[in-house]
């Protein structure tokens, strides 16, 4: 049961980032890192689509984790890469190849194995105050210098380290968003109300979207998504263990296969931004900011 909803969780994940992205790559020129980016897309209702099936794929890994463990359902979160492939290349014009599809392999394969390996430990359900500040601020500094190297780079490079950058946001929530349905269940509804965690999940859930929605309006799906569905559980599991003091193997062995999972993840990452993609997300006909100039262009 634990892992049909993990899997039924990653497909809807999946495609709802799909279609995001195809929303996302269709927005006005120069919206990239902007506020008026999720202006313009909460007036699409592709893209409201897009996030209510990922609203729906949430609530089937929360059940799924209410019936399992993390190191359960994690692994096969992953897998949303792939369904998100599959429906990208029935959807979009430009063919997926087989440099995009090794790289998706390589990235779903390099999480799941470093998380199998590592077998992560749960932890406890909540932490002090200030170790929630300290790993933010940590996160915030990454994230922040992660988005200023990638405004120097090139379109494909520059999705591929956004996306990362969003998915470690993610990553954040989603241990945040365990600490407060945590505190919800022990306590009821207005201890969590009144608590500050729920108002913190908003708050990176909204800039983790603007990240993830530029690196969808720079590249395309299987260059852009990815980092952002590799990072997060990494980053989950960094949180886990340096906030919530949960475990990690860390035998001769378990670290050399876990660093070796990283590399392939790494090297997954690098052919994705590779991809000649990218030059057929922006041709004319595909260009984000030219069909409703040329719903019909020759």
Same mark, same amino acid.
């Given at each position: ?19 995001? /992205?195809?929303? *996302? !790559?269709?927005?006005?020129? +120069? #919206?990239?890192?902007?506020?008026? &980016?999720?202006?313009? @897309? ?113 379109? /494909?490079?520059? *999705? !591929?380290?956004?996306?990362? +950058? #969003?998915?470690?946001?993610?990553? &954040?929530?989603?241990? @945040? ?122």
């Amino acid at each position: 049961m634990v892992y049909a909803l993990a899997l039924c969780s990653a497909a809807f994940v999946g495609i709802g980032n799909a279609v995001q /992205q195809r929303a *996302a !790559a269709r927005a006005p020129s +120069g #919206a990239v890192l902007h506020w008026r &980016l999720l202006g313009y @897309l909460l007036r699409q209702r592709l893209w409201l689509t897009g996030i209510a099936t990922s609203v729906v794929g949430n609530l089937l890994s929360g059940a799924a984790l209410g019936l399992g463990s993390v190191a359960e359902v994690e692994p096969l979160s992953v897998t949303a890469v792939l369904f998100a492939m599959a429906v990208a290349a029935v959807w979009s014009r430009y063919r997926v190849g087989r440099r995009e599809w090794s790289g998706a392999v390589a990235v779903v394969a390099g999480v799941i194995a470093f998380l199998l390996v590592g077998r992560p430990g749960p932890g406890q359900p909540d932490a002090p105050v200030w170790q929630w500040v300290l790993a933010a601020a940590s996160i915030g500094i990454i994230t922040a210098t992660l988005v200023s190297l990638a405004r120097r780079m090139r379109p /494909q490079h520059e *999705a !591929a380290v956004l996306g990362f +950058g #969003a998915g470690m946001l993610f990553g &954040l929530q989603a241990a @945040l968003t365990s600490a407060a349905v945590r505190r919800l269940f022990d306590r009821g509804l207005l201890p969590m109300l009144v608590d500050w965690t729920p108002y913190a999940v908003v708050v990176i859930a909204v800039v983790g979207i603007l990240l993830a929605q530029s690196a969808y309006k720079l590249a395309p799906l299987p260059i852009s998504y990815p980092p952002v569905a590799a990072a997060e559980p990494l980053a989950g599991v960094a949180i886990g263990i340096g906030v919530l003091d949960g475990s990690l193997r860390i035998t001769p062995i378990a670290l050399v296969i876990e660093f070796a999972a990283l590399a392939v993840m790494t090297v997954g990452v690098y052919a994705l931004a590779a991809s000649h993609l990218v030059e057929a997300h922006h041709r004319p006909h595909h260009h984000p900011h030219l069909p409703h100039r040329h719903p019909h262009p020759k």
